[in-house]
């Protein structure tokens, strides 16, 4: 029962370089989030996406780009790193109707940028 | 646009000692409330839910919280803290509607022997 599985956990980039994010779930959920979280600043949506084939901005989307060409793969992308972009990144996915409505996360990806 | 407050950035306690999480949140139609807790290097997982129904939502590990629409909160408590507690914990509002939930910046729960 994997859930929601983020690839990598850890990364260590050059300012410059760029990456790719890739999360990854299971339950068939429409809705999936990418998020950021820093110390004393909780999560903040960087992108998401409402089905496949859909994204949408979210609160901090500058320097990121994001891909949903499956509904079950959420894609995140760093063109050109940046150490503000030193951060956690977490996935999400949710059904969003009903009783359903809750998101489940995956374990985080430690980004650093130097 | 919604928003949530949660009130208190750190909170220090003994063990078996009783806590209150405080959470409140602005929004003008109906809400969605969840409590989510992370626990060192660990990604979030799902505390507790208010939907609809009953004001008053247990965890399974002995938090509880009350939906309290004319106050516009949703308190997190347990009456006997544990060690294994120690862990942020995020306040969530969710608006019927909207496809984002929005996240409080988090109290962090230190338990202390």
């Known amino acids: 029962n994997a859930g929601v599985t983020q690839t990598p956990k850890f990364r260590v980039l050059k300012t410059g370089q760029s990456m790719t994010l890739l999360c990854a779930q299971d339950?068939?959920?429409?809705?999936m989030y990418w998020y950021r979280q820093d110390p004393g600043m909780g999560l903040r949506l960087i992108h998401y996406s409402v089905g496949e084939g859909t994204t949408a901005k979210g609160e901090v989307p500058d320097g990121y780009n994001v891909s949903r060409l499956k509904k079950q793969n959420f894609l995140l992308g760093l063109e050109s790193a940046a150490p503000s972009q030193t951060s956690v990144y977490f996935c999400?996915?949710?059904?969003?109707?009903?009783?359903?409505?809750?998101?489940?996360f995956g374990q985080g990806t430690r980004l650093t940028v130097v | 646009a919604q928003s949530v407050t949660q009130l208190d950035s750190q909170v220090p306690v003994f063990e078996e000692a009783p806590v209150e999480l405080r959470c409140n949140y602005s929004?003008?139609?109906?809400?969605?409330l969840f409590w989510y807790v992370q626990y060192p290097n660990q990604g979030l997982q799902l505390l507790l839910k208010y939907l609809s129904g009953s004001t008053l939502v247990e965890s399974i590990n002995g938090f509880e919280a009350e939906f309290n629409k004319s106050q516009t909160s949703f308190h997190l408590r347990k009456p006997s803290v544990h060690i294994s507690d120690t862990a942020e914990y995020f306040c969530v509002v969710d608006v019927g509607g909207s496809y984002i939930p929005t996240f409080g910046r988090g109290t962090s729960l230190i338990v202390h022997p």
């Open positions: 339950m068939n959920h429409e809705y």
């Open positions: 999400a996915s949710s059904f969003r109707t009903g009783r359903l409505r809750e998101a489940f």
């Open positions: 929004s003008s139609v109906s809400v969605y």
